[in-house]
Nanobody
Framework: VQLVESGGGLVQAGGSLRLSCAAS????????MGWYRQAPGKQRELVAH???????NYADSVKGRFTISRDNAKNTVYLQMNSLKPGDTAVYYC?????WGQGTQVTVSS
């Protein structure tokens, strides 16, 4: 199984980014997926999660600003991030229950 993230970058506070995670080698439609992030000096934390059936949940810090979605036909999970804050700066990872992607850097400038 391979998970490949893309879409990170540098954005000003208040801006938006959309992260993508393409999965291969798994039965993607049957697999719950999550987005995690790790800021320098901090532990990795769950940002958003989506079940195979499409149910979602979010960290309190991103509720109302981030949206996780999936396209099973494309074996891809997305994280739409709006109203970004400097505190959102981190490496963002996608994961299924057994595998992790390599991460993509998101930097939000003030």
């Amino acid at each position: 199984v391979q998970l490949v993230e893309s879409g990170g970058g540098l954005v000003q506070a208040g801006g938006s980014l959309r992260l993508s995670c393409a999965a291969s080698g798994s039965i993607f439609s049957l697999t719950a997926m999550g987005w995690y992030r790790q800021a320098p000096g901090k532990q990795r934390e769950l940002v958003a999660h989506i079940t195979s059936g499409g149910s979602t949940n979010y960290a309190d810090s991103v509720k109302g600003r981030f949206t996780i979605s999936r396209d099973n036909a494309k074996n891809t999970v997305y994280l739409q991030m709006n109203s970004l804050k400097p505190g959102d700066t981190a490496v963002y990872y996608c994961a299924d229950p057994e595998h992790w992607g390599q991460g993509t850097q998101v930097t939000v400038s003030s």
